[in-house]
T-cell receptor, first 114, second 115 residues
Framework: SQTIHQWPATLVQPVGSPLSLECTVE??????LYWYRQAAGRGLQLLFYSVGIGQISSEVPQNLSASRPQDRQFILSSKKLLLSDSGFYLC?????????????FGPGTRLTVT | AQSVTQPDIHITVSEGASLELRCNYSYGATPYLFWYVQSPGQGLQLLLK??????LVQGIKGFEAEFKRSQSSFNLRKPSVHWSDAAEYFCAVGAGSGGYQKVTFGTGTKLQVIP
């Protein structure tokens, strides 16, 4: 069966510090991968998606970047965090090749920028 | 572009009462529709999905949803709510082609269950 992991689970970082959040998927190949941010009391905002290794699309301009160095690894980064980067970050995957369209989510990373 | 509206930000029901959470979508073609549930501090769990066929779909945890094209709605229902159903519920619409699918989520409805 497929599983998705995110780490760290929680993170407290000062303004101006770098960021690296990691997401890995097991049990599937060539998934589409997604990064979302969920601010308090708000819905999910799609940040990045990737349909393959090295292929990244950004949905909104921001202080963040994403990379996909391996088929089942998706990384969210920032060189200098802002207060507004605080939130709950969710990684998700889907596999269109298998005719599966629903997205499956990881447990999330709670980021607090101080 | 697709969009989703969940008009109720917060709903309170008594344990054992019935539940209906509203969801309206906007999309030009037949959409892929989903309901997810999120417990505090957790990721989202898929409750059910609609792609085609029978407009009444059954999901996990005793939930069901009905697709009504004429009303552009996909409301979530449960006949008898349990205290463990307290969580936030998200409706979503998916669309895509060429190997990419974009899912747009509503802003969520927070469900409180009182004993």
């Amino acid at each position: 069966s497929q599983t998705i992991h995110q780490w760290p689970a929680t993170l407290v970082q000062p303004v101006g510090s770098p960021l690296s959040l990691e997401c890995t998927v097991e049990g599937t190949s060539n998934p589409n991968l997604y990064w979302y941010r969920q601010a308090a009391g708000r819905g999910l905002q799609l940040l990045f998606y990737s349909v393959g290794i090295g292929q990244i699309s950004s949905e909104v301009p921001q202080n963040l970047s994403a990379s996909r160095p391996q088929d089942r690894q998706f990384i969210l980064s920032s060189k200098k965090l802002l207060l507004s980067d605080s939130g709950f970050y969710l990684c998700a995957w889907t596999n269109l090749g298998g005719g599966i369209y629903e997205q499956y989510f990881g447990p999330g990373t709670r980021l607090t920028v101080t | 572009a697709q969009s989703v509206t969940q008009p109720d930000i917060h709903i309170t029901v008594s344990e054992g009462a019935s539940l209906e959470l509203r969801c309206n979508y906007s999309y030009g073609a037949t959409p892929y529709l989903f309901w997810y549930v999120q417990s505090p501090g957790q990721g989202l769990q898929l409750l059910l999905k609609y792609f085609s066929g029978d407009t009444l779909v059954q999901g996990i945890k005793g939930f069901e949803a009905e697709f009504k094209r004429s009303q552009s709605s996909f409301n979530l229902r449960k006949p008898s709510v349990h205290w463990s159903d307290a969580a936030e519920y998200f409706c979503a619409v998916g669309a895509g082609s060429g190997g990419y699918q974009k899912v747009t989520f509503g802003t969520g409805t927070k469900l409180q269950v009182i004993p």
